[in-house]
């Protein structure tokens, strides 16, 4: 008993961590600023339809969860960080989207087996540590003959690199843990998903970023907005020997990945990985 509460309570206090990590920076900005037909791109591939009840799984500000409410879907953001639902709630407003927003952690989701139409994640079921428990959490909330749709940073993409860049300075991941980017692989998807899929259509995408004129410029936007990135140079806080390690560690991905041409802004093409798949009629339990 004692082993399972000790494993409980490390649990909770990994989700207010990863919580806090999301809450700090302005997340919904830099997706609004960067990638906003990200979560479009996802529900098109979805093929969302009116009426259908839609769960945006790890939602953030819905930058999916508002597309698929204005194609008439009946929508349930869901999100671990409940901080980010203010900025949400104020993009639905402005664009005539009427949907519903719920704090819930991806590896435990408070739905009924078999309740949504479409689960979709957006950049999102990604960050939940435990893959398997999360996969799982996505299969058993959708309908027999339901859509699955995935929208994930690769880990040879840009984003992927730079959480490859950002491991030596982060603290160790808690036991189980494993990085967010692998949920681009198409082979680690469907060994989450397994044979409670079918009809899987994977292809490998990447979206064009041109806000930034020089790396610096990258460095000093994903230090003051991105969760991740700011919680190691906090976790960093002091060091200066090493605070500079990894700047120049991101410049140095970050102009690897530029296309500079005089003043004009760089284009960098981060690559993501787009699935969607059906799960089955008849589900066969996962071993």
């Known amino acids: 008993m004692n082993e399972q509460t000790d494993a409980i309570d490390a649990d909770r206090v990994l989700k207010q ?9 302005d997340y919904p900005a830099l997706a609004g600023e960067l990638i906003p037909d990200l979560g479009a791109i996802l529900v098109e591939a979805c093929g969302v339809k009116s009426r259908q009840r839609v769960l945006d799984v790890a939602a953030g500000a819905g930058n999916a969860a508002i597309p698929a409410a204005m194609m008439g879907a009946e929508v349930v ?3 671990l960080t409940p901080e980010l639902f203010d900025a949400g709630r104020r993009q639905a407003a402005d664009r005539g ?3 519903e927003w719920m704090e819930a952690d991806a590896e435990s ?3 009924p087996d078999d309740e949504f139409d479409v689960v979709l994640s957006c950049l999102g079921v990604m960050f939940a540590p435990h893959h398997q428990a999360a996969a799982d959490e996505l299969v058993r909330v959708c309908k027999p003959g339901g859509t699955i749709g995935l929208l994930s940073w690769t880990p040879d993409g840009f984003i992927g690199r730079m ?11 808690p036991p189980g843990a494993q990085p967010p980017p692998l949920w681009g692989s198409e082979v680690h998807v469907r060994e989450l998903l397994g044979d409670r899929i079918t009809d899987v259509q994977a ?3 990447t979206v064009s970023i041109t806000s930034f004129h020089r790396p610096d410029d990258f460095l000093h936007y994903f230090k003051s907005h ?8 906090k976790f960093l806080a002091g060091d200066e020997e090493k605070i500079t390690a990894l700047d120049k560690a991101l410049t140095e991905l970050a102009d690897t990945f530029s296309d500079a041409h005089g003043d004009a802004p760089s284009q960098m093409d981060w690559e993501y990985l787009l699935l969607t798949a059906r799960k089955q009629q008849r589900e066969t339990r996962h071993s």
């Open 163 to 173: 959480f490859a860049a950002m491991k030596p300075f982060a603290p160790p991941p």
């Open 203 to 205: 292809r490998t995408q």
């Open 97 to 99: 989207a009427e949907l």
């Open 17 to 25: 961590k990863h919580r806090a990590m999301w809450a700090q920076g």
């Open 77 to 79: 953001a869901s999100d």
């Open 109 to 111: 989701l408070p739905f």
């Open 226 to 233: 991105y969760g991740p990135t700011i919680s190691v140079y």
